[in-house]
Structure formats: C-alpha cells, structure tokens
C-alpha cells in the first residue's frame, strides 16, 4: 500500500471544477505539513498549496490563492485541494506530499514523502 494516495483528478471544460483526495496510511501524517504540487518540464515540481498539521495556517501559489482551496481532515488523515474555474494551464499531474515540519517549510521546495500523482485535464 502507497503511503499517500491521490485521487479526484479527470478532464473538465475551462471554468470547471474538481475535488483532489490525499488519503495517507499512516497517523503520523496527522501531524505534518501536507500540501499539493505540480510538474514543471524540465524543472521539476511547482509548489500548488501547503497546510499545516492542524490547518490553521495555509499557503498557495500565486497562480491558484483566488481559485483553489487546500483543507484536511486529521481523523480521517486526508488532504483535499478544491479547484475551481480550472484554465487550460493548470493542466497537469498534482501530486500529494507531506513533510516532517508542521507548522509549513519555508522553502516551497518541500517534501518527505510523495504520493503518484493524479491527472487533472482542463480543455477549452
């Protein structure tokens, strides 16, 4: 079983909507910074959305703080990213992370654990 499991990603029109799902396997994640990012070609991964352990501090990237929304759920050990008026260039794989550190690293280059990915499709 895969530590972090993303899922909720598909294809929608421009101006649509999903919802992303992290469920983690494990209760340490309860208390660890959680958050979302993306692929970058040739770079890397782009940081997406970070929450702290007990959701009391968020941060976003500039592209997404006015569309999407990061939110968790400790009992149940899940990440959600809500994501809506999707635009072609959000197009890509998101993938789930989690990091030792609870209150959100500094860096927005973060991450202990990954999960493996989810496709998020956005067409015009």
């Known amino acids: 079983q895969e530590r972090l499991v993303e899922s909720g990603g598909g294809l929608v029109q421009a101006g649509g909507s999903l919802k992303l799902s992290c469920v983690a396997s494990e209760q340490m994640f309860s208390r660890h910074t959680m958050g979302w990012f993306r692929q970058v070609p040739g770079e890397g991964r782009e940081f997406v959305a970070a929450i702290s352990w007990d959701g009391s501090r968020t941060n976003y990237a500039d592209s997404v703080k006015d569309r999407f929304t990061i939110s968790r759920d400790i009992a149940k050990i899940t990440v959600y990213l809500q994501m809506n008026n999707l635009q072609p260039e959000d197009t890509d794989v998101y993938y789930c992370?989690?990091?030792?550190?609870?209150?959100?690293?500094?860096?927005?280059?973060?991450?202990?654990?990954w999960g493996q990915g989810t496709q998020v499709t956005v067409s015009s």
């Open positions: 992370a989690g990091d030792e550190e609870p209150l959100i690293p500094d860096s927005t280059g973060w991450a202990d654990y």
